[in-house]
């Protein structure tokens, strides 16, 4: 039996998109903690500290996330594990969004992802570590309301991990997702932030979580790194809830 370590990406090179922040820069600084070579991939990489590597790249531009990929490579001579985690919300029902909107949010939450995998997938066929982890939602599936177009930005980060995971498991790429609830980052900070009163908002937020309280993102880093390393190497097709109970007790899908 082997022994997880603290070193368990030892000698991997990983990038995170949308890395810059929140969960992505969270999950930048325990991969490197244990071991990996990190770029953060994000169209605001100026606050990237070292050891972590930002390189300037937004999702919803090929030319750009190619020339981010090719980079990456260019530096580190290889690429192992792919975070696919930038992404962007969307406020309200239908007629709050228009069709301008939907591309632009479709673009960067799904397609992104797409661009990003695609441009790694031939790095990925010579790692003997692969892995892609996609930042999913309960949005997915919980019915939340006032964020149909984010929800459905996320449904369809659900289907597209599992039709990937099909795809790519015979060549060695193990694919899983996160699935966060509400995690205390700077963008629900910035949701807080146009409340009348931010502090007791996120305590109201905070008592309707199962656990009484946010998710951290280091909880959901913790997470993405579980699936990210070789030590999970029998968990390909995943969706891990990180939501402080509200899958597992009360939002469970049919
Ligand atoms: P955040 O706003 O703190 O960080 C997002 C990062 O993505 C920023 O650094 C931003 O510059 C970058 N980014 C935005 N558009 C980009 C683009 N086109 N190309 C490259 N980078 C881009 O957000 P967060 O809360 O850490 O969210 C990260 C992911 O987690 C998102 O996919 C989000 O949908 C998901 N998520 C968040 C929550 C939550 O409650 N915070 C819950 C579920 C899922």
Same mark, same amino acid.
């Given at each position: 039996?082997?022994?997880? +370590?603290?070193?368990?990406?030892?000698?991997?090179?990983?990038?995170?998109?949308?890395?810059?922040?929140?969960?992505?820069?969270?999950?930048?600084?325990?991969?490197?903690?244990?071991?990996?070579?990190?770029?953060?991939?994000?169209?605001?990489?100026?606050?990237?500290?070292?050891?972590?590597?930002?390189? +300037?790249?937004?999702?919803?531009?090929? @030319?750009?996330?190619?020339?981010? *990929?090719?980079?990456?490579?260019?530096?580190?001579?290889?690429?192992?594990?792919?975070?696919?985690?930038?992404?962007?919300?969307?406020?309200?029902?239908?007629? @709050?969004?228009?069709?301008?909107?939907?591309?632009?949010?479709?673009?960067?939450?799904?397609?992104?992802?797409?661009?990003?995998?695609?441009?790694?997938?031939?790095?990925?066929?010579?790692?003997?570590? !692969?892995?892609?982890?996609?930042?999913?939602? *309960?949005?997915?599936?919980?019915?939340?309301?006032?964020?149909?177009?984010?929800?459905?930005?996320?449904?369809?980060?659900?289907?597209?991990?599992?039709?990937?995971?099909?795809?790519?498991?015979?060549?060695?790429?193990?694919?899983?997702?996160?699935?966060?609830?509400?995690?205390?980052?700077?963008?629900?900070?910035?949701?807080?932030?146009?409340?009348?009163?931010?502090?007791?908002?996120? !305590?109201?937020?905070?008592?309707?979580?199962?656990?009484?309280?946010?998710?951290?993102?280091?909880?959901?880093?913790?997470?993405?790194?579980?699936?990210?390393?070789?030590?999970?190497?029998?968990?390909?097709?995943?969706?891990?809830?990180?939501?402080?109970?509200?899958?597992?007790?009360?939002?469970?899908?049919?």
């Amino acid at each position: 039996m082997s022994i997880a +370590r603290a070193s368990d990406f030892d000698g991997l090179v990983a990038i995170v998109t949308g890395g810059a922040s929140g969960i992505g820069l969270a999950t930048a600084q325990l991969l490197a903690a244990r071991g990996a070579q990190v770029a953060c991939l994000d169209i605001a990489p100026e606050s990237v500290q070292d050891p972590l590597v930002g390189v +300037r790249c937004d999702v919803s531009d090929d @030319a750009s996330v190619r020339a981010a *990929i090719d980079a990456v490579v260019g530096r580190f001579g290889r690429l192992d594990v792919v975070i696919n985690n930038a992404g962007i919300g969307a406020i309200g029902d239908l007629a @709050a969004n228009g069709d301008d909107q939907w591309h632009k949010v479709y673009d960067i939450n799904v397609v992104g992802m797409v661009r990003v995998s695609r441009a790694a997938l031939p790095h990925l066929r010579k790692s003997e570590a !692969a892995a892609i982890v996609n930042t999913c939602s *309960i949005a997915a599936w919980a019915g939340l309301p006032q964020r149909a177009l984010y929800s459905a930005t996320k449904g369809a980060v659900y289907a597209l991990t599992l039709a990937m995971a099909a795809d790519h498991v015979r060549e060695g790429i193990r694919v899983n997702a996160v699935a966060p609830g509400t995690v205390d980052t700077p963008w629900v900070g910035r949701l807080l932030g146009q409340a009348a009163d931010p502090a007791a908002e996120k !305590a109201a937020l905070s008592a309707r979580q199962p656990t009484g309280k946010l998710v951290s993102a280091d909880e959901v880093a913790n997470a993405i790194a579980y699936l990210a390393s070789p030590t999970s190497g029998a968990t390909v097709g995943t969706i891990l809830a990180v939501d402080g109970g509200m899958y597992g007790l009360r939002l469970r899908p049919p």
